[in-house]
């Protein structure tokens, strides 16, 4: 099926064939899939040894553990279960403006990482975060053409407004369970409470991947002299989030050290909680974050 | 500090405006960023590292007001005056010729010595400044502190052969004491002072002896010369050998018997000089001021201009000017035995040389109309009547000089020429409107033109008549220079003859000295600076060689020793004002301004390249 979008086209998917989202930890499911839980199945690898008991199917019974304790053991094997990939995107204007670039980015990563999902017969969701709720894009698609068809709605998207990460999150009626990944995807440049969000999907047992996508002009600023800044989630110029300055070297040094600490204590936040983080700019290739950063930390395989 | 320009702080208004360029800058320039959230977390970094945000956010606007400040106090001409500690002096050092007096070392010299001693103790912790007292008075040094400086600077000072000028002294001593008021004023000279004042006067007189010629004169009694001379002695009372010298022949002197600090007069009146040219006295006197022993006198009343009077007769005109005592006239009856050059004045009288004289001044009078037009004038005719003459009311030399002390009315005219061109020439008298007697000086060539003869005016029965005379030949004949004797710092013009290719004023000083200055440009004006006997020689074109002399004199009162004063003007502190003719020393806090002007610039500049 040929598929040529702004977000996603044929030559950028071919090249996420033969990746795969990778679930951490042992997870529940309800259809089988192909991650592991920590529940017991029928599938040919091998788990566990469980002394045989009444109603045991008598054809595990390894009869070489028989010959050596004189008693029966039966084998058990592991039980893969299907995967729920969730991706929240943030849809507020800072995310698309001053460039395209930074929402081009987001776009792609959640295309990229929902094709990977259904790619491996998981299902995905793709919600977008705008203002204090998470619309659904294109509802649970768990087959490629059901997902190419949500995925083109992407190109109509339009950031705008502000985003409330922590009201969206929490109060999105289906997070989910212990059955899967969500994916956070946003600069996480807000007011909004978002750890907040982060432990509450922890809580939903959720394996959580947080990925800030910053503009170049968000990391190296290049203005000077005496500047208005304004906010492009400001409603009007009167916003207190407008802010005027007059910006020396001292002023871009104390912003890249406020950066800085800024996605350091992201980073110290997720470590803490055993959250994959990932920071990016917007004109960084895409694979550089999926083929070499996320392949290194397993979140890809 | 003080400022010698106040309105120069005027520039800080220029601060003013730069304030409010600032205001009025063009507003803070729009750009939209994605957040602003780092940003605002950015804001609280800088308040918390940078404590003095304020000053380096304000530091270009402080830089550039300082700046301006500096250029504004720069203007305003900013001089330091300096604190006294042992007490600055200023030194006033009496350059009169009478501090020459001294045996073996001058007055002069002492004073210099005594300076020296005294810049030695002061110089250490403050400042001195000498004053030379010439006839001029002028700074040696203002305030300086080099010993070493001020003894080169009192090493070159040379007393002059004039009087001092001590009134001016002060007044530049007002200039430095009114920047520091605490300095004390001393004054070096030969003279003592009852009452000085602040100012400590320092007398270096010695009570030495002075035999002086005050004066000498030459008398004509009876057709012959009589010389009186005013000897006097200072210090003691004496009797003084008198030598006279007249034309280079020495004649019996005579003994001047003067009491102490008294004069004397020694009379030869029996010398049966009728003529003289120069006539000298000198003193044998061992006395300690030699410039007054001697006194050159030159003969003023002798006829040194040579007139050729061309006439076919002598007549009235004839004989006033032979009655000029400086015209020696020479009488040509005919035209053709007239001379062109070496005369100093040429009349033609009822006749016209073919070829106007070039080296003298000319006069026509009756002119003849043949002719005229070779000297530049056309005569018309003759008219008859009853004329009464009138000034033409020019202002020029020739119409004051030869109008001087004449009633114009009163000349009556029964027949004159009237002149149709005149071109160049001056009215100096009209008659009936038509100019009767003209006047015209064409570098230095000087021609009068008397259109009517003598007999037929009333001139001859006037007593204007040689009045009028005397006026013509003061202003065709001048003399060399204006007298024989100058006095020390008298500006000595020297009129030149025409055709004068260069004169030279040699000068044998009093003291033995010899100078020669040789001018080619003309007007000559001679600083009379030193005493002596001068010798003028005008070479003119033709190759004339003519010679004046005169002598140069100090002072009178510079021969007067032991002058008690009653009061001396002392320096006035008025609080307020500042002697501007003078340079300070405080001129030297420009360089720093300047540099720190230039580090300032540099810090600017800094500061804008970081902003940008």
Known sequence: ?301 | MKLLLPLGLIGLVSVLALILIYIFKPKYQDRKVSSTYVWKLSLQYQKRKVPMQWLQNSLLLLIQILILALIAFTMAEPYIVLASKNGEKIAILDASASMMAGDGESRFERAKKQIASLADGTVDADRFSIILAADEASFLIRRSDSAAYIKQKLFEAECGYGASDLDEAMELAEGVLEENPSAEVYLFTDKEYLDSGPVKVVDLSDKEWNAAVLDFRAELVKGKYVFTAEIASYGKAAEIPVSIEIDGKERLGRLADCAKDGTCKVVWDSLDVYDYTRAEIALSAEDRFGYDNTFVLFNDQKANFRVQFVSADTGFLYWALSSVPSCNVTLVTEIDKAVGSGFDLYVYNSVLPAEMPQDGAVWFVDPPADLASVHGFRIGGEREGDYVLAGSGGTSEACRTITRGIWPSSITLSKYSYLTAYTGYESVLTCDGSPVLLAKNENGLKTLILAFNIHWSNLPVLTDFPRLIGNMCSYSLSPTVEKNAYLVGEEIGIHTKPNVRSVSVKGVFTDGGESEEIYTSFPVSFPSSRTGVYTVTQTLLSGEVVTDYFTVRSPQAESVFGVVETTLTVPIVSGSGTDASVARDTVDIYVYLAAALLVLLCIEWGLQYREQ
């Not at chain 1, 920071?279 to 694979?287: A, H, K, L, Q």
């Open chain 1, 1 to 301: 099926m040929m598929t040529q979008t702004k977000v996603i086209d044929d030559k950028f998917l071919s090249r996420l064939e033969s990746a795969a989202l990778y679930m951490r930890a042992n997870m529940q499911g309800w259809f089988g899939g192909n991650h592991p839980t920590r529940s017991y199945g029928s599938t040919v690898e091998f788990a566990d040894y469980q002394e045989y008991a009444l109603g045991d199917d008598i054809r595990r019974i390894d009869w070489n553990l028989f010959s050596r304790f004189e008693k029966y053991f039966i084998k058990l094997y592991v039980d893969e279960r299907q995967m729920h990939t969730q991706i929240f995107l943030d849809c507020s204007a800072s995310m698309q403006k001053p460039d395209a670039g930074k929402a081009l980015y987001a776009m792609r990563l959640a295309a990229a990482l929902g094709f990977l999902s259904v790619q491996n017969m998981d299902r995905t969701s793709i919600r977008l975060i705008k203002g204090e709720r998470a619309e659904d894009l294109c509802g649970v698609v768990t087959g490629k053409n059901a997902f190419f068809r949500g995925v083109g709605k992407l190109d109509s998207l339009v950031f705008e407004g502000s985003s409330d990460l922590e009201k969206a999150i929490v109060n999105c009626p289906s997070v989910g369970t212990n059955n899967g990944l969500t994916v956070l995807i946003s600069d996480f440049m807000t007011e909004s409470n978002w750890k907040k969000a982060v432990s509450y999907l922890l809580y939903q047992k959720r394996q959580v991947l947080l990925v800030q996508v910053l503009s170049p002009e968000d990391v190296d600023p290049f203005f000077n002299g005496r500047t208005r800044l304004i906010d492009f989630e400001a409603q009007d110029p009167l916003d207190e989030r407008n802010i005027k300055l007059k910006i020396t070297r001292a002023n871009l040094k104390a912003y890249r050290e406020a950066l800085e600490d800024f996605i350091g204590d992201i980073k110290h936040f997720c470590a803490a909680r055993e959250v994959d983080f990932f920071s990016v700019v917007s004109d960084e290739p895409i694979e550089k974050l999926l083929f070499d950063r996320m392949l290194k930390i397993g979140t890809v395989k």
